[in-house]
């Protein structure tokens, strides 16, 4: 299917404009919408490249500037450790409800698009997949993905966390059930930046709550699904493609609706 690149809206928020990036099916039509959040380097060539396939499997896909308060619209910071550092000094001074606020905005942009069905899910990469996580608490969001998602467990010997203060309480939130939709959490099983004891934190919590979710792990780095640099791992990614996209066309889509019917009349 092919898709229009570069078209872009710059909304206004609080904290000043946030440059969102669409990516859409060139055919006329209404499509389900899909906020993609990117790592801390911003709206990169392999975050617009998945935008890309998501697009192209029937998505109008919105990747939000995360870091629009410290950042020129359009900056995009490099995979090195100045853009790494760059990139986690901004995620550690921005506080939670500006993200909150941003993500909000972006939602009902979304849902207001002229090609969105408005029905919404959600995708993240690194700390976009800590971003999807939290923007699975909204009751819009019906599907979120979240991919090796940084910085939502909270360890005794490493506290991590979100926001100024490095104190989100996304943990405690998805514990009481906040997540309504239902969960993709994908982890690579070398990844330092999620041990396994993160990992085990974040299933008990999902557990807990009762969410509708899928774990899967795979023997992979941090960044596996990244097609740039050395750690991509493009079988690894093309597993967890089809599994985003299972989830995203039976929630978005029509399979859930055309399931319930069938539920209900197995009934009579």
């Known amino acids: 299917m092919t898709i229009l690149d570069h078209e872009t809206s710059d909304l206004p928020t609080p904290t000043g404009p946030m440059r969102v990036h669409i990516f859409r099916p060139a055919a006329d039509g209404k499509y389900p919408g899909i906020m993609l959040y990117s790592e801390i380097f911003q709206a990169t060539g392999p975050i617009r490249r998945t935008a890309a396939l998501l697009a192209g499997n029937g998505f109008v896909v919105a990747v939000p500037e995360i870091f629009h308060q410290h950042e020129a619209p359009g900056s995009v910071l490099s995979y090195d450790s100045a853009g790494a550092d760059r990139g986690n000094w901004c995620k550690a001074n921005i506080d939670m409800a500006s993200f909150d606020a941003d993500m909000a905005i972006t939602r009902e942009f979304l849902k207001a698009h002229p090609n969105c ?76 930046h999620v041990p396994f004891e993160g990992r085990v934190q974040i299933r008990e919590a999902l557990e807990q709550s009762g969410t509708l979710y899928t774990s899967l792990e795979y023997n992979g780095a941090h960044a596996f699904m990244r097609d740039e640099g050395p750690r991509y791992n493009p079988v690894l990614a093309n597993f967890v493609y089809a599994h985003a996209l299972e989830l995203f066309k039976r929630k978005l889509g029509e399979g859930d609706q055309l399931s319930a019917t069938v539920a209900t009349e197995t009934k009579h």
Not at 118 to 147: E, Q, T, W, Y
Request: overall charge positive; proline content about 3%.
């Open 117 to 192: 069905t408005g029905k919404l899910g959600s995708m993240g990469i690194c700390v976009g997949g800590h971003f999807s996580f939290r923007n699975a608490m909204s009751p819009d969001v019906l599907a979120a993905v979240c991919l090796y998602a940084t910085d939502i467990h909270k360890l005794a010997s490493h506290v991590r966390g979100l926001g100024t203060g490095m104190a989100d309480d996304s943990l405690e939130r998805a514990r009481r059930g906040d997540i309504k939709g239902e969960l993709l959490m994908v982890w690579g099983r070398q990844d330092p």
